[in-house]
């Protein structure tokens, strides 16, 4: 990475991005290209939109899930679908106020209808309300695993409202190898069969895919900088990485010594997931509670944590 002024290795032009895994030069437009030609091949070898498809984009304001839209918005006119992004507002004082205002200039920019659902609305409470009542019962949970369960079934009922029938997030080739390596560390094999990325259709017929799956965090930072795309970078005030940042530095560190070796290991993972997926039957159940579909029988896991936060087994979300 980084500036240069050597040619394009295609078109040359003056370069702006080294690729060291490749070894390519690439000026502002190929490396565009590239990577937009990058998710489109994902897309399709894992048959992750369908034409014609709605497909509901999880739009956070920052430079992931902008770059997704942005890169969506190209490819979506040419297969006939239609694109509706979601944003998901905690209620972080100040912080989720900035990313909404511009995802929302991003959203009407793109010319792409855009709802937001909060958490008050949904579930009685904002993120700030949560994590006092996990103070006042004593619940030994992360900010970000409270914040992520609530998120995961937030953007599932948005999507729904807004008639989709894709559920698309923003992770990368980055979030997936930490994922890997934490499901190792915590011997999730089931997880990791959950991780092979085509997509399982379920019972209310949402599919949930991460287009970006194949391609470097550090090339989505590059690709919302070169093209222009505004995103938020202040992280959540909330924000306790823990094992995920250990395993982000790691990463970053074998990449930085040996080009490549990224790509290599989620070669592996998508294997291996595979796999797995292949031999492990998937049991489904309902939700006792909420009635939708969970992995394990009895209480989902959003009932269950809403069940600990406010002590209320009377109410699901
Ligand atoms: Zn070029
Ligand atoms: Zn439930």
Not at 143 to 155: Q, V
Not at 287 to 313: F, H, I, T, Y
Request: hydrophobic letters at 35%.
């Amino acid at each position: 990475m980084g500036m240069s002024t050597r040619p394009c290795t295609y078109c040359n032009a003056e370069s702006v991005y080294h690729r060291r895994y490749s070894g390519e030069y690439l000026c502002s437009r190929c490396f565009t290209r590239s990577v937009q030609r990058k998710v489109a091949r994902t897309v399709s070898r894992y048959s992750m939109i369908r034409y014609g498809d709605r497909v509901a984009v999880a739009v956070s304001g920052g430079k992931d899930s902008l770059s997704l839209l942005h890169i969506l918005s190209r490819a979506s006119r040419r297969h006939g679908n239609e694109l509706v992004a979601v944003t998901i507002d905690e209620g972080i004082a100040g912080y989720r106020d900035e990313s909404l205002s511009i995802a929302r200039e991003f959203t009407s920019m793109l010319g792409i209808e855009h709802i937001t659902l909060s958490y008050r609305e949904l579930f009685g409470s904002t993120l700030e309300g949560f994590l006092k009542m996990r103070g006042e019962n004593g619940i030994n949970m992360s900010s970000c695993a409270i914040c992520g369960t609530f998120r995961r079934r937030a953007i599932d009922i948005a999507a729904k409202v807004a008639g989709a029938d894709v559920i698309a997030t923003a992770h990368n080739l980055d979030d997936m190898l930490q994922t890997f390596l934490i499901n190792i560390s915590a011997g999730d094999v089931e997880r990791i069969a959950w991780m092979y990325p085509e997509p399982v259709e379920y019972a209310d017929g949402l599919r949930k895919v991460k287009p970006l799956l194949e391609v470097y965090e550090h090339e989505i930072a590059f690709y919302a900088l070169t093209n222009d795309i505004p995103f938020q970078s202040e992280q959540c005030p909330y924000m306790n990485e823990g094992i995920r940042g250990y395993m982000r530095e790691f990463l970053n560190g074998l990449e930085q010594r040996h080009p490549g070796i990224k790509y290599n290991m989620l070669n592996t993972i998508l294997k291996v997931s595979k796999t797995l997926r292949d031999n492990l039957e998937f049991k489904r159940y309902r939700c006792s509670v909420c009635s939708r579909e969970c992995s394990s029988a009895g209480v989902c896991s959003s009932c269950m944590l809403a069940m600990r936060l406010v002590g209320d087994a009377g109410r699901g979300i």
